[in-house]
């Protein structure tokens, strides 16, 4: 296929019209029922994120920079899985309902998908009806479509032909903002992905690999200067967090795809609707494009020249990848340690099938037939998108609170909730296949669920937990609710048990409460001459009005982390650590007013880059020639 050669993208608007419709039918429950699809990682983590960016959006004066629902204190912004740091994400976090914010994240992201990978078969010399296969596989192949309750991983793949479309145009700055934007999207394994199938794309080029490495280079340096605000505090993040720079063998290899369950997703035509079963998270591990699409890869393969070749090859080696560790020698490869869920590999498989096919049916030597097949696979992927994964849910299954929920929201704002290892465990294994399994979770508050309603939480769900928290959960949990780390962290209620109720009845939550609780801002000797007021709250910032009879430490019972600045009578104070954890200063008998404020040098210096770059791009495309 010659990928040099140009043609127009005739009547767009027309087919991102089609391509709306086409995402409807796709959805039918997300457009026509209004409900949602809920999983696990809805309940702990995008759905919470979403509420906490709507109650504080970004603005120029201010930053979603910390959180303190999570794990004692965290940074927010820092993480990218927050998508704090997305673009659309500081806009899609203002709409007043989830429903619709999800909406338009589905309908956006496969717009963009379908709509550069249509751009760039057309530029590879690809007639429109090759070009509408390619789009079709990529907006609706079953691996596409089952990321949409991982709504950063849907994003960021979403972002692989636009990548992939304008390093095949040579154009740098594009390039950069694609790539940068990917990061942004929230999943970093997929922008990995994307870097490393460039360099491979590069280093195979023939005659361009030069000016291929070189766009490689100066497009990625640039992407990396767009997205430094994000970046540079994401560095700080993994410095200080428990999680290794390479993980072990056993986690390397979480959602590794089983040989016969990839065969079967590969050649079983509508697999789902014989066996739903898999081994891992449906949203990860499911694949699925179908016999035709597979057969017109084939045949490009077949009939084509040394690219197509080149790329069926990548494609199947991306897939046998993706066997993790049932392939010999993956959880050896150190280099394949950094990230988890070797499932991810099919990513560049589901875009390899997609360029391929179409590559296939732009050699069927009748036009007709090439609409025919065209429409097959439409129907076939469509008809395959219909089958649940997962339970679909009104809104209302997130928005309304638990009774869990409801009681413990009065004390939010002083005291925390904490789950025991025990219900931490017994809800892992929870069963995620029917609508009462997730309403068991729900009922339990599982962790990081409550952030949605504004509970601050003493251990939580956390890719990247930070090491102080990590060592301060550890003792907590060796030494139980009755000791004075429980009372240090502010921990009123103890969520100490959950037994069913029936076979598929809610669970019954066993609930401790204790008095004693430690306020947010608080004497470490804890006298009776002492008082303090808290005079404001919020993410980032706490001031309070302190009052002791003698000289002793202050402790502010969030997470000790580079970048907080606490004031003493609006005077910068030195801080120190208290049991290793929480931040703490020293004050003299009397009163005082404390002020502890979060403002990182990692964001502004991140955020002084990224302004940088963006404007020697604005200036570069303006004066270029």
């Given at each position: 296929?010659d990928?040099?050669?140009?043609?127009p993208?005739?009547?767009p608007?027309?087919?991102?019209?089609v391509?709306f419709?086409?995402?409807?039918?796709?959805?039918?429950?997300?457009?026509?029922?209004e409900?949602l699809?809920v999983?696990?990682?809805?309940?702990r983590?995008?759905?919470?994120?979403?509420v906490?960016?709507?109650?504080?959006?970004p603005?120029?004066?201010q930053?979603?920079?910390?959180?303190?629902?999570?794990?004692?204190?965290e940074?927010?912004l820092?993480?990218?899985?927050?998508l704090?740091g997305?673009?659309?994400m500081?806009?899609l976090?203002?709409?007043p309902?989830?429903?619709g914010?999800?909406?338009?994240w589905?309908?956006?992201h496969?717009?963009?998908a379908?709509y550069?990978?249509r751009?760039?078969l057309?530029?590879?010399?690809?007639?429109p009806?090759?070009a509408?296969?390619?789009?079709?596989?990529v907006?609706?192949?079953?691996y596409?479509?089952?990321?949409?309750t991982?709504?950063?991983h849907?994003?960021?793949?979403a972002?692989?032909?636009v990548?992939?479309?304008?390093?095949?145009?040579?154009?740098?700055?594009?390039f950069?903002?694609?790539?940068?934007?990917?990061?942004?999207?929230?999943?970093p394994p997929?922008?990995?992905?994307?870097?490393?199938?460039?360099a491979?794309?590069?280093?195979?080029?023939?005659?361009?690999?030069?000016?291929?490495?070189?766009l490689?280079l100066?497009?990625?340096?640039?992407?990396?200067?767009?997205?430094?605000f994000?970046?540079?505090?994401?560095?700080?993040?993994f410095?200080?967090?428990?999680?290794?720079?390479?993980l072990?063998?056993?986690?390397?290899?979480?959602?590794?795809e089983?040989t016969?369950?990839?065969?079967?997703m590969?050649?079983?035509?509508?697999?789902?609707?014989?066996?739903?079963?898999l081994?891992?998270?449906?949203?990860?591990v499911?694949?699925?494009v179908?016999p035709?699409v597979?057969?017109?890869?084939?045949?490009a393969?077949?009939d084509g020249?040394?690219?197509?070749r080149?790329?069926?090859l990548?494609?199947i080696?991306c897939?046998?990848l993706?066997?993790g560790?049932?392939?010999p020698?993956?959880?050896?490869?150190?280099?394949?340690?950094?990230?988890?869920f070797?499932?991810?590999?099919?990513?560049?498989?589901?875009?390899?099938?997609?360029?391929?096919?179409?590559w296939g049916?732009?050699?069927l030597?009748?036009?007709r037939w090439?609409w025919?097949v065209?429409a097959l696979?439409?129907?076939?992927?469509?008809?395959f998108?219909?089958?649940?994964?997962?339970?679909?849910f009104?809104p209302?299954f997130?928005d309304?609170?638990?009774?869990?929920?409801?009681s413990?929201?009065?004390?939010?704002?002083?005291?925390?909730?904490y789950?025991?290892?025990?219900v931490?465990?017994?809800?892992?294994?929870q069963?995620s296949?029917?609508?009462?399994?997730?309403?068991q979770?729900?009922?339990?508050?599982?962790?990081s669920?409550?952030?949605?309603?504004?509970?601050r939480e003493?251990?939580?769900?956390q890719?990247?937990?930070?090491?102080?928290a990590?060592?301060?959960?550890?003792r907590l949990?060796?030494?139980?609710p009755?000791?004075?780390?429980?009372?240090w962290?502010?921990?009123?209620t103890?969520v100490?048990?959950?037994?069913?109720?029936g076979?598929?009845?809610?669970?019954?939550?066993?609930?401790?409460s204790?008095?004693?609780?430690?306020p947010?801002?608080?004497?470490?000797s804890?006298?009776s001459?002492?008082?303090?007021t808290?005079?404001?709250?919020?993410?980032g910032?706490i001031?309070?009005?302190?009052?002791t009879?003698?000289r002793?430490?202050?402790?502010f019972?969030e997470?000790s982390?580079p970048?907080?600045?606490?004031?003493?009578?609006?005077?910068?104070?030195?801080?120190s650590v208290?049991?290793d954890?929480?931040?703490?200063v020293?004050?003299?008998?009397?009163?005082h007013?404390v002020?502890?404020?979060?403002?990182p040098?990692t964001?502004?210096?991140?955020?002084?880059?990224?302004?940088?770059?963006?404007?020697?791009s604005?200036?570069?495309l303006r004066?270029?020639?």
């Open positions: 296929m990928i040099s050669s140009r043609k993208d005739a009547r608007f027309s087919l991102l019209l391509l419709a086409l995402t409807i039918l796709a959805w039918p429950n997300l457009f026509l029922k409900q699809p999983d696990g990682n809805v309940l983590l995008f759905y919470p994120n979403w906490f960016l709507h109650v504080h959006p603005t120029l004066s930053w979603p920079l910390w959180n303190p629902y999570r794990n004692m204190g940074p927010f820092a993480d990218p899985q927050s704090a997305y673009p659309p500081w806009w976090c203002r709409l309902s989830y429903l914010f999800v909406r338009l589905i309908v956006g496969t717009l963009l379908g550069f990978t751009k760039w057309l530029r590879s010399g690809a007639d009806a090759a509408a296969v390619s789009m079709i596989v907006a609706f192949n079953g596409f479509i089952a990321h949409g991982l709504l950063n849907f994003a960021s793949a972002f692989v032909p990548v992939f479309y304008y390093f095949s145009a040579r154009r740098t700055i594009a950069a903002v694609a790539l940068a934007l990917q990061w942004l999207a929230g999943f997929f922008c990995y992905l994307t870097v490393v199938a460039l491979i794309w590069s280093l195979s080029a023939g005659t361009a690999r030069r000016d291929c490495l070189r490689l100066t497009g990625g340096t640039l992407a990396v200067g767009l997205a430094a994000q970046i540079i505090p994401f560095a700080e993040l410095i200080h967090s428990a999680r290794p720079i390479l072990s063998a056993a986690v390397a290899t979480e959602f590794s089983p016969g369950q990839l065969l079967r590969l050649v079983v035509p509508q697999w789902m609707a014989w066996s739903r079963d081994t891992g998270d449906q949203a990860v499911s694949f699925y179908g035709v597979m057969l017109a890869a084939v045949w393969a077949y020249g040394r690219i197509e080149r790329l069926m990548g494609t080696a897939a046998l993706s066997l560790s049932h392939l020698g993956y959880a050896q490869f150190a280099p394949l340690h950094v990230f988890r070797p499932a991810n590999w099919l990513l560049l498989s589901s875009v390899g099938f997609a360029i391929l096919s179409g049916v732009a050699r030597p009748d036009a090439k025919v065209a696979i439409l129907a076939d992927l469509l008809t998108a219909q089958y649940g994964r997962t339970p679909w009104s209302s997130l309304e609170p638990p009774p869990l929920a409801q413990s929201v009065p004390g939010s704002a002083t005291h925390r909730l789950h025991s290892p025990a931490v465990e017994r809800l892992a294994q069963g296949k029917t609508f009462n399994d997730w309403l979770l729900k009922d339990a508050l599982m962790p669920y409550g952030m949605a309603f504004g509970l003493a251990s939580s769900y890719v990247m937990k930070l090491v102080r990590a060592r301060y959960q550890e949990a060796a030494q139980g009755s000791s004075a780390l429980a009372r962290a502010g921990i009123s103890f100490a048990g959950i037994t069913p109720v076979s598929a009845g809610p669970l019954r939550v066993q609930v401790l204790t008095a004693d609780a430690n947010p801002v608080f004497f470490e804890n006298s001459a002492q008082h303090t808290i005079a404001e709250s919020r993410p910032t001031e309070a009005r302190v009052s009879d003698h002793d430490t202050l402790v019972s997470v982390y970048g907080w600045v606490v004031r003493v009578d609006g005077q910068r104070a030195q801080g208290f049991q954890t929480f931040q703490s020293q004050v003299s008998a009397g009163d007013v002020r502890f404020d979060y403002a040098r964001f502004w210096l991140g955020f002084a880059i990224s302004l940088g770059t963006l404007g020697c604005v200036v570069a004066f270029r020639p």
